[in-house]
């Protein structure tokens, strides 16, 4: 029972890490086994426990000792439910945890690349690098702080290619012309 107790202390403290640390995929998968496991072990103990309860409430007479032994198990089962508890609570946050890792990520020369994740998943890169005049981003952030960023760069994010939005420059500059001066007409 008192490796269950420790079990149970290791994932309230693993739960605080989740919800104050940044952690890797493999630390949540390793918690997620841990969770599991000591789920396991602790309904497996309550059964026992359930068990024993039984047993001795067939008994017809029961001594004082029974009763003793009763009221422990009694108390016994109701810390495993509060541990078992404390698991759901944790496994239901454990599956909320969501990890989004870059590894060996590079920007050529006067690329532009973004690398975000939404708010509150937890993002790891590692051996990040950029060419010369490259604009990296990288981290969390809402989709209205990254449409604001774009502006504030002048990235259009809408998937335009560089000759769509040529064109569609021309076209301004085409059309503000036509309401200054008229149509115009080609000299031959």
Known sequence: MLAGYKST????LGDANLRTAAVTAIAIKEYKEML?????????????IDNRLQELSRGTSMQD???AEQKRAQEEKESIKQCLAICAQASEHADQVRANVFEDVSA??????????????LISAK????G???????????????QQLSRDRGVDLSGRTA??????????????FEDQYGAGHKLS
């Open 36 to 48: 599991t496991n000591t789920t396991s072990d602790l309904e497996e103990h309550l059964q026992h």
């Open 9 to 12: 202390i290791s994932i309230a």
């Open 132 to 146: 010369v005049g490259a604009t990296q981003w990288l981290g969390q952030m809402s989709d209205a702080s990254l």
């Open 65 to 67: 000792e029974d009763v």
């Open 127 to 130: 051996r990040v690098s950029a």
């Open 163 to 176: 000759v769509e939005r040529s064109m569609r420059e021309q076209n301004k500059t085409v059309a503000k």
């Open 108 to 121: 050529d020369q006067n690329a532009h690349q973004v690398i975000i994740s939404t708010l509150g998943d």
